[in-house]
């Protein structure tokens, strides 16, 4: 029932149908080259043609066991031993050049001048995200962004005139050990001189059943905050980018019933003195991932304890993420009007206070009744 990559790369494309059932956004994000990308729960009600074998593959292979087993009935039906990870693994493991690094760092400022760096450079200027005698922590989850988000900071590290220092930090919320070989092989092809530090936290949340992602990612930036302050940092750097800061806005007016954004940067609730920023504030996504299949580089996914543990029924269907409906939504959106993703994001920058029925600041709410009279009376 089983297959490995390596057998995988043996057949001829034209005898199997490769089905992709992860969630949706990570497939998306993370995309297998000639895939197709169904739910569990629609692969197993939809008809393929029955001279071909189907492979399925999954995040860690686990929910595509479930799946390939029940398609046995009708097909012959494998799932990919180790899911997308070990599909990563063995892209990693091609040999790369002497000066591969090298490569990938001219590629930033060169060939994704434009599209990466100048936007880079753009937001740490615009926002004032670095700052004489800054100490910043580059927070990597092992994904694409945070790892671009390092190989600018190392370049910006080099060509900036203000005196900062960085450190380059990984937290390890309780990966698998494949995941985090990944992350550890591509810190080291990149050159990036990453500092590892472990927490239990996919162990505490794990049988947490209201608001486990939000929980989870709450707890995750205390670690960060409170390991970055111990080494002496200021700021901790993440690699939200501007697709993230559209989406979120569409999110919380669509599903929170207001107008909020995510912010460049922002001050620290529970932790003195330190600040959070956001140095890819203002580059694409569509540009992160076509830099990294230029550089042929691989990543990691969500790498989530619950996706990895959930093969039964109620996991066979994609996950309904809130932010992958947004990008749908913008996807169609942009058919009608192209500059549709600009006019969000300058939505919020362009907020007439006199314009809204209320808002609220730290200390009160105010409502345009509140002044409406005095105003006609002037």
Not at 285 to 314: G, P, R, V
């Amino acid at each position: 029932m089983k297959i490995s990559v390596e057998q995988l790369k043996q057949l001829n494309k034209e005898e199997y149908i490769l089905i992709d059932i992860r969630d949706a956004e990570e497939a998306f994000k993370n995309p297998i080259e000639n895939s197709i990308v169904l739910s569990g729960e629609s692969v197993l009600s939809k008809e393929f043609d029955s001279t071909k074998k189907i492979i399925v593959v999954c995040a860690q292979g686990y929910v595509s066991d479930v799946v390939a087993q029940k398609l046995q009935e009708k097909y012959e039906a494998y799932s990919v031993d180790g899911g997308y990870v070990s599909i990563v693994m063995d892209k990693m493991n091609t040999n790369v050049s002497d000066d591969f690094c090298a490569q990938v760092e001219r590629s930033i400022i060169k060939t994704y001048r434009r599209k990466i760096w100048s936007k880079f450079t753009k937001a740490i200027r615009d926002y004032e995200l670095v700052k004489k005698g800054d100490c910043i922590a580059v927070c990597i989850s092992g994904g694409k962004d945070s790892m671009l988000m390092a190989k600018c900071f190392q370049e910006l590290h080099k060509h900036s005139p203000v005196h900062f220092d960085v450190k380059y930090i990984v937290m390890d919320p309780g990966y698998s050990k494949e995941n985090r070989e990944v992350i550890e092989k591509n810190a080291k092809k990149l050159n990036i001189p990453i500092e590892i530090f472990e927490s239990d936290i996919f162990d505490n949340v794990f049988n947490i059943e209201k608001n486990p992602c939000y929980i989870c990612a709450r707890m995750r930036r205390g670690h960060l905050y409170n390991y970055a302050k111990n080494l002496g940092c200021n700021k901790i750097a993440l690699g939200h980018h501007y697709d993230d800061v559209i989406e979120t806005i569409l999110m919380s007016m669509l599903y929170g019933g207001q107008i909020q954004t995510m912010m460049p940067k922002l001050h620290s609730n529970n932790f003195k003195g330190m600040e959070v920023i956001r140095p890819l504030y203002l580059i694409h996504e569509d540009d992160i991932k076509i830099w990294a299949k230029h550089n042929n580089l691989y990543f990691i996914q969500c790498a989530c304890k619950f996706t990895q543990a959930c093969a039964n029924e109620t996991c066979l269907t994609q996950s309904k993420s809130k932010r992958l409906e947004m990008k749908n939504l913008i996807k169609e959106l942009k058919k009608v009007n192209p500059f549709v993703e600009q006019n969000i994001f300058k939505s919020v920058e362009n907020v007439s206070l006199k314009t809204v029925i209320a808002y609220k600041d730290d200390h009160a709410r105010h409502h345009f009744l509140d002044t409406y009279d005095e105003e006609g009376n002037e």
